[in-house]
């Protein structure tokens, strides 16, 4: 397969990098003693099927290994209906209602932390009310926020991870997650013998999302660990479609079963270039219509997507 800087680019993709960005990246690769010369995303072009607020972490990694990113945004996010419920549903939380809160993604992070505001925030981290999420991104972001994480995996990012460590039994739980969200999370906490409330805490829409209905929270750098703005290419589905079409997208990444969709529903089931899910969730459902999976980041850190990036374009 010929390498993205050996064909002709689209206007404005990929997008150069600015001189800010440039010195970032080339003090990143001193960091990780990544010879310039010998890049091993050198000249790939890797698609993000996120918007530019959640991808800017990934796309500077990946521009640090030598690929050119460009955005898809297929998913975003809007606020439920009546926010109340789950605010309630947090000062139950509060009061001694629930033992465990389980924060099933990090979605649902910025989702509680815009219905709650700030002093019911500082209530929640101050409750005796424990907490556990799916995997290590998630947790370091609860506990950035000032949220004691009592459980989480660590080598991997999902619902079984969690299931797998899981060992209490007759404890009220309270899951707040995403209106599509599966049920292997609950129900697994049920058959463990828990009562689980679940809430939903968000839409999962196309993109993009209504302006009056989209989250609108972002968590800062100081949380995230992403890095200063990093430039990008957004692309459109047409144009996309046109990009794999003609071999011009080495890889496409996806983050969640509902962006494997997306990709299907968007670009088709045929993909030329590489197709990388994040998460065993994701590749399942992603080799359930049709796609060929090439690699699974077990972990969605950006360095963990990167990995699984290189293992796709070099097995």
Do not use: C
């Not at 290590?136 to 950035?144: A, C, K, W």
């Not at 049920?183 to 829409?205: F, Q």
């Not at 045929?270 to 699974?296: D, K, M």
């Amino acid at each position: 397969m010929p390498t993205s800087a050996e064909r002709p680019s689209a206007e404005g993709f990929p997008q150069a990098s600015t001189d800010q960005e440039e010195r970032e990246i080339r003090a990143e690769r001193e960091r990780l003693g990544l010879d310039p010369e010998r890049l091993p995303l050198a000249g790939r072009t890797v698609l993000l099927t996120r918007s530019p607020d959640r991808a800017q972490a990934m796309n500077q990694a990946l521009k640090v290994h030598g690929a050119q990113p460009a955005l898809l945004p297929l998913i975003d996010f809007e606020a439920v209906d009546e926010p109340s419920v789950v605010v309630d549903a947090v000062d139950r939380a509060i009061a001694g209602e629930y033992d465990w809160l389980v924060v099933s993604s990090i979605t649902t992070v910025r989702a509680l932390v815009q219905y709650a505001g700030s002093e019911r925030w500082k209530a929640l981290t101050e409750a005796a009310v424990r907490v556990a999420t799916i995997g290590p991104t998630s947790r370091v972001i609860l506990e950035r926020l000032g949220l004691a994480v009592t459980l989480a995996p660590e080598d991997q990012q999902s619902a079984e991870g969690l299931l797998a460590l899981w060992t209490g039994q007759g404890h009220r739980i309270l899951l707040p997650q995403a209106d599509i969200a599966g049920t292997v999370l609950s129900e697994g906490l049920r058959a463990a013998g828990n009562t689980v409330d679940t809430v939903t805490a968000y839409h999962t829409v196309d993109a993009p999302a209504r302006p009056e209905r989209r989250l609108t929270i972002e968590l800062g750098r100081s949380v995230t660990g992403a890095p200063k703005a990093s430039s990008y290419a957004v692309l459109s589905p047409e144009q996309a479609r046109e990009a794999d079409a003609h071999g011009r997208l080495d890889a496409v990444v996806a983050a969640s079963p509902s962006a494997a969709r997306a990709v299907v529903e968007r670009l088709g089931d045929a993909l030329q270039a590489r197709f990388v899910a994040i998460g065993p969730s994701t590749a399942a459902e992603a080799e359930r219509l049709g796609l060929t999976v090439a690699a699974v980041a077990t972990t969605p850190t950006p360095q963990g997507i990167v990995d699984a990036v290189i293992a796709a374009l070099h097995d």
